[in-house]
């Protein structure tokens, strides 16, 4: 991957990204594994499981379907898709989270959760170092938040396969320095508005893959 102009940008129009509040630290010494083990969402053998509340105005089962056909990794090296807690309603201060936060050490490789592309790299007041990337079809956004740091080298453009490693868990942005996590939301592609900022999916029954990184 080159590093090519315009890879850091400052992004101003962030939203659904806080998560100051409501977290709890991981137990200190801990390896690269989730704390939180149960409940986990369905198996993901066969059919895919209901979605576990109201979709967001714009977002029909088919994209559901769409992303249960991709196949996603939980974007967390060695995390389990049972591991994931559905804290997507959550209260984040004034506003819902619309999000997941996995927790995990520090430095714990951050995966591309699909194929795709490497839309935006760059840092914010609140997401701190964020990546934004689609899917093979630019039909969804995948929003990765609070990394320690990006992959060296990775460039807005990139094609990224899934498992490719992209960051690092940290702190950056918003979240408690006691709390490093990674701070994931998917999105439909936004349709007559920034192509980032589509109505959010909760992501948590569609996690098929552990999180496993292919290099
Ligand atoms: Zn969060």
């Not at 940008?9 to 939203?15: A, D, I, P, T």
């Not at 986990?40 to 576990?52: E, H, I």
């Not at 995390?79 to 714990?108: V, W």
Request: charged fraction near 20%; proline fraction near 11%; hydrophobic fraction near 40%.
């Amino acid at each position: 991957m080159r590093v090519g102009r315009g890879v850091l940008l400052v992004l101003g129009l962030l939203g659904g990204t806080a998560c100051g509040g409501g977290l709890t630290p991981l137990p200190p010494g801990g390896a690269p594994r989730p704390v939180e083990r149960a409940p986990g969402p369905p198996s993901p053998a066969g059919a895919r499981p209901a979605a576990p509340g109201p979709l967001e105005a714009g977002v029909t089962e088919a994209d559901l379907d769409a992303l249960w056909a991709r196949q996603l990794m939980v974007p967390v090296a060695g995390m389990a898709p049972s591991a994931l807690r559905n804290d997507y309603d959550a209260r984040r201060g004034a506003r819902a989270h619309r999000a997941l936060d996995m927790m995990a050490p520090k430095g714990t490789p951050v995966l591309a959760a699909d194929d795709g592309r490497i839309g935006r790299v760059g840092t914010t007041p609140i997401g701190g170092n964020i990546i934004y990337a689609t899917d093979p079809d630019e039909q969804f956004v995948y929003y990765y938040a609070h990394l320690d740091r990006h992959a060296r080298g990775l460039s807005v453009g990139d094609r990224v396969r899934k498992g490719d490693v992209i960051g690092y868990v940290g702190t950056t942005g918003n979240a408690p320095a006691s709390v490093p996590h990674l701070h994931f939301q998917v999105m439909k592609r936004g349709n007559g508005r920034a192509w980032w900022d589509g109505p959010p999916i909760n992501p948590w029954t569609l996690f098929v893959l552990p999180g496993t990184s292919v290099r």
